[in-house]
């Protein structure tokens, strides 16, 4: 998917929620549908998301990564410090 239609069809489903045809549940999913797709498809990016937590952070964080390890080193990169991840699970479309 590239970048205008990753667009569209964000576009697309704040309308359907706009006209009350989805409500703010089926749009995330929607939206994140599409950044996942779009994400994960880029030609230079490498092949899955990756949802990690660690016990020092109430959310988890998502990243693009091409393993386990890649995604751990990302999230500790972003967070600026080095991490103890308690979960590490790739997700699947």
Same mark, same amino acid.
């Given at each position: 998917?590239? =970048? $205008?239609?990753?667009?569209?069809?964000?576009?697309?489903?704040? %309308?359907?929620? *706009?006209?009350? +045809?989805?409500?703010? &549940? =089926?749009?995330?999913?929607?939206?994140?549908?599409?950044?996942?797709? @779009?994400?994960? +498809?880029?030609?230079? %990016?490498?092949?899955?998301? @990756?949802?990690?937590?660690?016990?020092?952070? #109430?959310?988890?964080? $998502?990243?693009? #990564?091409?393993?386990?390890? &890649?995604?751990? *080193?990302?999230?500790?990169?972003?967070?600026?410090?080095? $991490?103890?991840?308690?979960? $590490? *699970?790739?997700?699947?479309?």
């Amino acid at each position: 998917m590239d =970048r $205008i239609s990753a667009l569209r069809n964000v576009e697309d489903a704040l %309308a359907a929620f *706009e006209d009350g +045809e989805a409500d703010l &549940d =089926r749009t995330e999913r929607r939206v994140l549908g599409v950044l996942r797709t @779009y994400a994960t +498809e880029y030609e230079s %990016a490498p092949d899955a998301a @990756y949802r990690v937590e660690t016990a020092e952070r #109430a959310d988890a964080l $998502i990243v693009v #990564a091409a393993s386990p390890d &890649d995604a751990r *080193e990302r999230v500790a990169d972003l967070l600026d410090e080095p $991490i103890e991840p308690t979960a $590490i *699970e790739r997700l699947d479309d």
